[in-house]
């Protein structure tokens, strides 16, 4: 990883308030090719905010976002989407009454990006349904293709969130709290899945499992109130005085 | 073959089966009785796709129903009256074809419906509602002060409008081109569901964030379900009319919209044969209920009660379960 290159994402100066309460407060961060970069703090930092304002839900009130070196701050959602951004949910909201391969198929069909078909079958459809069967094979839901999402557990769920982001073959992922209830051998086999998945492209990680953290991250931020206090591998974070006190704890 | 599959070929059958026995011991009434089913039940159709895979509550359908009445009146009455329509900029008849008269309502109730879902899904939940509500009060008071089209009382059409090789004055044959025509709308209907489009549209009704996460615009999935869903909705309102022989502003009104909501509902809602078993029920409880008390409807409200609060699924859902996952 060079410190040259543009970076894949990048936000600059962004401010978002909800009335009095400042989740964003000039957020400039950057995902680069390869890296993941883990996005810590702790709970109401404004992390979901920002991955919101990254991915296009929500508008910052001022600064911007730049995908691939375009700036994407007054793109829908949908257009970031067909430009490169994979993301997945902390709640996850997957089609619940579908099945896993339905699901599945949805994602490659907004990757194709021709979804005004209205006679052939989406699931017949060979090419749909190969992209579809990988992604699902890659994070091991093959054997669930068929299997109503409401009656996936909690892991499971999160694979799937996974897998449909995977059908899109982004240029960068953006994942709120992947491993969120995970368990502690879920949250090992995603991690080794994460670990492999950066090469095809870099992932905006936001974390709690500081496990996970520490084992993926080549770089990490910490947000505490709305601001980033530190950003820096993983070593300088660890010796972070300010972090060490305001989010690991002073024992950490 | 699925449960579900096997209650809707038995509804077909029965609904085909029904007017043939009547037109046999000749009772021609049952067979208007069937063919109001037929139609009815093409609205519905109709009005599914919206309701069911798109999950659109909309209470404004009677303006495609209306659209497809008027469409009727107004081509019948000018090919009746031997007038034109309009001689400026270019002349237009009337005519007494059916095919050109679906292809109008079909046409003209797309185009409304485009409109109306422009404007109206750009709202949600009950905005969405009162929006469609408003646009179809608004085409009931227009129909209503349209005089030259018969204002309050309507139009009357004295001969049924014709179709190439039928005579559809005889009831058994008209009741066939509308059976004809729900089939299709039927085998449309469930190939839409499957579709990529009907994948997206339903995954959109149940969550818009994911549609939108990979790269596809709600907005854009639930328009296009709109105009199709007005458009079948439309079609079946000039054969309505076309039974009738008659168009009035009632048609318009949201009174039908309801009716054909309700009637979805205690069929069962997004699945295929809802509507068909709705209308069917919704026609047998007219005219039991209706002849034992002018009031009939506090019944079926009643019934629509029992339907919401234990039988979500309707009959379709009570008889068939929950519906099966396609692979
Ligand atoms: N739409 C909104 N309107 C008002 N306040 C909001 C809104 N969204 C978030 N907030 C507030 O902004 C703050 C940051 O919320 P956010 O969800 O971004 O935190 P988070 O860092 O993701 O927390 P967690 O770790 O619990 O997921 C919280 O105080 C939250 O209540
Ligand atoms: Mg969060």
């Known amino acids: 990883m060079t410190d040259l290159q543009t970076p894949i994402l990048e936000t600059r100066n962004i401010c978002k308030s909800f009335d009095a309460l400042k989740a964003?407060?000039?957020?400039?961060l950057d995902l680069r090719a390869g890296e993941i970069h883990a996005l810590i703090g702790p709970n109401g930092a404004g992390k979901s905010t920002l991955i919101a304002q990254i991915a296009g839900g929500l508008k910052p009130d001022s600064g911007s976002v730049h995908?691939?070196?375009r700036d994407v701050t007054t793109l829908?959602?949908?257009k970031r989407a067909r430009l490169g951004l994979g993301r997945t949910f902390q709640v996850s909201a997957l089609a619940m009454e579908d099945t896993v391969l339905q699901n599945a198929v949805l994602g490659a069909l907004g990757a194709q990006g021709r979804p005004f078909h209205l006679f052939q079958s989406a699931l017949g459809n060979a090419s749909l349904r190969q992209v579809a069967e990988q992604a699902l094979e890659r994070v091991g839901l093959q054997d669930h293709a068929r299997t109503r999402t409401a009656e996936l557990s909690h892991g499971q769920r999160r694979q799937l969130e996974v897998a449909v982001a995977l059908t899109l073959q982004p240029k960068a992922f953006v994942m709120d709290e992947p491993m969120a209830g995970?368990?502690?051998?879920g949250s090992k086999a995603l991690t080794g899945f994460l670990d492999s998945l950066r090469e095809q492209a870099p992932i905006l990680m936001v974390e709690h499992d500081m496990d996970a953290v520490f084992a993926l991250a080549d770089r990490i931020s910490v947000l505490v109130y709305g601001q980033i206090i530190a950003t820096g591998s993983v070593a300088e974070i660890r010796a972070?005085?300010?972090?060490?006190?305001?989010?690991?704890?002073?024992d950490a | 073959m699925t449960r579900e599959t096997l209650i809707n070929s038995a509804l077909a059958l029965a609904l085909l089966l029904v007017p043939?026995?009547?037109?046999?011991?000749d009772e021609p009434f049952i067979i208007t009785l069937a063919t109001k089913v037929a139609i009815l039940a093409l609205a519905g159709v109709g009005l599914n796709i919206?309701?069911?895979?798109g999950g659109l509550v909309s209470l404004g359908h009677a303006a495609f129903f209306g659209i497809g009445g008027y469409a009727m009146g107004i081509l019948a009455s000018h090919a009746q009256s031997y007038t034109a329509i309009t001689d400026w900029p270019v002349l237009i008849e009337g005519t007494k074809s059916m095919p050109v008269i679906w292809l109008v309502a079909v046409v003209a109730s797309g185009i409304t419906a485009l409109l109306i879902g422009a404007l109206s899904l750009r709202t949600s939940g009950v905005y969405f509602i009162m929006i469609t509500l408003a646009f179809g009060q608004m085409l009931y008071y227009f129909a209503i002060s349209w005089a030259a089209y018969g204002g309050e009382d309507g139009l009357s059409i004295y001969v049924r409008n014709s179709f190439p090789g039928l005579n559809t004055l005889d009831p058994i044959q008209f009741f066939a081109i509308t059976f004809v025509l729900l089939l299709a709308a039927l085998l449309f209907s469930a190939r839409l569901a499957r579709s990529p489009f009907g994948l997206a549209l339903n995954a959109a009704r149940q969550?818009?964030?994911r549609v939108e996460t990979i790269g596809l615009s709600p907005y854009r999935l639930r328009l296009l379900a709109f105009v199709i869903s007005g458009m079948i909705t439309g079609l079946a309102g000039a054969l309505f009319a076309d039974l009738n022989r008659f168009v009035s502003p009632t048609m318009f009104s949201w009174q039908t919209s309801g009716e054909i909501m309700v009637f979805i509902i205690l069929g069962g809602t997004a699945r295929l044969f809802g509507p068909v078993a709705g209308a069917a029920l919704f026609i047998i409880l007219e005219h039991i209920l209706g002849g034992l008390s002018e009031f009939w409807h506090i019944y079926l409200g009643l019934l629509l009660l029992l339907v919401v609060l234990f039988a979500k699924g309707g009959v379709i859902g009570t008889l068939a379960g929950r519906e099966k996952a396609h692979d």
Do not use: C, F, K, W
């Open chain 1, 67 to 69: 995908l691939n070196g």
């Open chain 2, 50 to 53: 919206a309701l069911g895979l």
């Open chain 1, 24 to 28: 964003s407060q000039d957020i400039s």
């Open chain 1, 240 to 250: 972070h005085p300010e972090v060490r006190r305001a989010y690991l704890g002073e």
């Open chain 2, 20 to 25: 043939l026995l009547a037109y046999a011991m």
């Open chain 1, 76 to 78: 829908p959602t949908a």
């Open chain 1, 182 to 185: 995970l368990g502690a051998s």
């Open chain 2, 207 to 209: 969550s818009p964030q």
